[in-house]
């Protein structure tokens, strides 16, 4: 095999190494491919010492790279005795894995403030690669994925295709440290969290029901058929994400509901209508062995993820089945891993779909953040629409996840996390609430989204609301046992926000 057939496996692999890529300073760098069984591999990175491994006999291999401090303009050389390949404008930085589904997956094209972007200069040190959208074995060879699968840079004609959020995280990040930054895209729209976990993990918690749902779907289907009917249908391909479609022009900015509802009447059953089959990238544990093990264990900081919304069926378990998750991934990378989230922004109504849910499973998002070790939330409680589940303007959040990781993970002196309710308590002229990370606690202009019901579920009115250092203050007549509740609704506006305008996330609490 020659070096270019070499680079072709190599990206028809899905693994995320090739030219321009960024490498993880500062920790051993995991490097791994195929090859011939008992062969030799030489790896080399700029002047080092080679590194030397041997191809097992199931042809795969797998070493690392001692670590770097952050360094551009390098090059990457692998060789057997047969061939040699060499990436070109190698840098070492910091890297993060990009999760989740559309709005992660959500393009710079689509992203309504795009143009401030775009007529940027190019900027070297903001690199991403988007790994191939495939479902199953063997669909990279079936299709053209050339438009996936590389390490894309900051140039006009590559920034559209980065996800909005990794661009806007990766931007900031950099900018607080000056090194490069690179981000792996691993993210496919409509997908629940169990797409990207193991059938173990789902298994050994509350996930199960997931995959117990799968199975009776498949008992009812002639799975061979199925099978090859999805695999012969080209529009099960994602093989151009920029193309135009009812889906892009769904994901575009500024499209009225009603040419909403004219486009999902024109698309039809495609989008209202379908089975979750064998081959499907929606079924349990789908992608987590078609996408992310092709990725692992490529060393990384931490990851990003902006999930959730397609977990509206089971709303209750989010928390167990997105911390098994996180604990999947982590084995996965045999080691603890930093997870940096965004919390659901408010949503109304979109293609039949609602936020009837949302309440539970931001809930759900914050008890996360509250028990799983290294996990991080970030508020999108400004960013939402409220007849579109994607919202349309993604640097808030992409920023916010950077905020968190500046001050969680580098230790800067940032206020990362978002205003969070820590207690409450009855007053003389009403109630107050406490809250974590609420420096600079103001209110803006609008309504407050709060909701206060007596202990028999009568809507009790409040006569004011102001701020008192880290306290909200509520003037009323509140009895004990009323049930208090901020922002928990599908959709909702929150003028309520701290010094660095972070706002406050949902919650609800029975006043004592």
């Not at 988007?130 to 199953?136: A, F, G, I």
């Not at 939402?384 to 001050?407: F, M, Q, T, Y």
């Not at 901020?486 to 004592?512: C, I, K, Q, S």
Request: glycine share 10%; hydrophobic share 40%; charged share 25%.
């Amino acid at each position: 095999m020659d070096g270019d057939n070499l680079q072709k496996a190599l990206l028809e692999a899905g693994m995320p190494f090739g030219d321009h890529m960024v490498l993880q300073r500062q920790k051993e760098i995991a490097i791994w491919g195929t090859g011939r069984p008992g062969s030799t591999v030489e790896i080399r990175l700029a002047g080092d010492e080679s590194v030397l491994t041997t191809v097992a006999s199931d042809g795969t291999w797998s070493t690392s790279l001692p670590p770097h401090e952050a360094d551009r303009d390098l090059r990457l050389i692998l060789a057997d005795e047969l061939t040699r390949i060499e990436f070109i404008d190698v840098a070492i930085g910091e890297v993060w894995i990009a999760g989740g589904q559309s709005n992660m997956e959500y393009f710079l094209a689509f992203d309504a403030d795009r143009r401030d972007v775009l007529n940027r200069p190019a900027h070297s040190d903001i690199r991403y690669f988007d790994s191939p959208r495939t479902s199953y074995e063997g669909q990279l060879e079936e299709y053209d994925y050339s438009r996936f699968g590389f390490w894309r840079t900051s140039t006009p004609e590559d920034l559209p295709y980065f996800s909005a959020v990794g661009y806007y995280f990766a931007a900031q990040v950099q900018a607080s440290l000056g090194v490069p930054v690179g981000v792996v895209g691993c993210n496919w729209g409509g997908t629940p969290a169990c797409a990207w976990m193991s059938e173990q993990c789902l298994d050994a918690g509350e996930g199960h029901i997931w995959l117990e749902e799968h199975r009776t779907v498949l008992e009812g289907l002639d799975v061979d058929q199925d099978s090859a009917e999805y695999r012969a249908d080209p529009a099960n391909a994602v093989t151009d994400p920029l193309r135009l479609s009812v889906l892009t022009l769904l994901l575009a900015p500024g499209l009225p509901r009603l040419a909403q509802k004219a486009l999902v009447a024109l698309a039809g059953r495609r989008l209202t209508e379908f089975t979750v089959g064998p081959l499907h990238p929606w079924r349990p544990a789908g992608l987590y062995e078609v996408m992310l093990r092709r990725i692992a264990p490529y060393t990384t900081r931490g990851v990003i993820w902006y999930q959730g919304e397609s977990d509206a069926p089971h709303p209750e378990i989010y928390a167990d089945v997105f911390g098994s998750m996180i604990r999947c991934w982590r084995d996965l990378w045999r080691e603890e891993i930093p997870f940096l989230f965004a919390q659901l922004a408010p949503f109304g109504e979109w293609l039949g779909a609602t936020g009837e849910a949302f309440p539970e499973l931001r809930r759900q998002q914050q008890i996360v953040a509250d028990t799983v070790p290294a996990t991080w939330m970030a508020s999108s409680s400004d960013a939402g629409l409220r007849w579109d589940i994607h919202p349309k303007r993604k640097e808030s959040i992409g920023e916010r996840l950077a905020l968190l990781a500046r001050d969680h993970v580098y230790g800067q002196s940032v206020h990362g996390s978002p205003p969070r309710f820590l207690s409450s308590r009855r007053t003389r002229d009403g109630m107050e609430m406490r809250f974590a990370e609420a420096d600079g606690l103001r209110l803006g202009r609008g309504a407050v989204p709060l909701d206060v019901r007596s202990p028999s579920g009568r809507s009790i009115s409040f006569t004011g609301v102001r701020v008192e250092g880290d306290r909200l203050a509520v003037s009323g007549s509140f009895p004990p046992g009323s049930v208090v509740s901020f922002a928990w609704t599908g959709y909702y506006d929150v003028p309520l926000v701290n010094g660095v305008g972070n706002p406050v996330t949902p919650f609800r609490f029975e006043l004592r």
